[in-house]
């Protein structure tokens, strides 16, 4: 089974800078794309970044030019760097990745299947 660990949030005040990540684990035979949602209070869940194994990487509109999201494929992790936070940003931020599950090993030959994982959340407070 595979697992997606966030960590990095937290509370800032406007202007403030904060950097999410997001650790998997488990049966990993490889990670394709990875990314970061996050859900406004009585909204829907809304892509905020994503970044593919070959490094393509898409934003929504409001964060461009302020969110950066990176990738480290050894570490089987993913980042987001927020600079110049604003309240309209709190919220909580969840983590995603689809990945190749192995789920069975025989006589060196893999058997694995595609899922897509989601972290548990991490809370991001900016106040004014």
């Known amino acids: 089974q595979v697992q997606l660990v966030e960590s990095g949030g937290g509370s800032v005040r406007a202007g403030g800078s904060l950097r999410l990540s997001c650790a998997a684990s488990?049966?990993?035979?490889?990670?394709?794309?990875m990314g970061w949602f996050r859900q406004p209070p009585g909204k829907q869940r809304e892509l905020v970044a994503t970044?593919?194994?070959?490094?393509?990487?898409n934003y929504a509109d409001s964060v461009k030019g302020r969110f950066i999201i990176s990738r480290d494929d050894v570490k089987n992790t993913v980042y987001l760097e927020m600079s110049s936070l604003k309240p309209g940003d709190t919220t909580v931020y969840y983590c995603?990745?689809?990945?190749?599950?192995?789920?069975?090993?025989?006589?060196?030959?893999?058997?694995?299947?595609?899922?897509?994982?989601w972290g548990q959340g991490t809370l991001v407070t900016v106040s004014s």
């Open positions: 995603i990745a689809d990945v190749s599950e192995i789920t069975a090993s025989e006589g060196g030959s893999l058997q694995y299947k595609e899922v897509e994982v």
């Open positions: 488990g049966s990993i035979l490889n990670i394709h794309a």
């Open positions: 970044t593919t194994s070959r490094g393509m990487t």
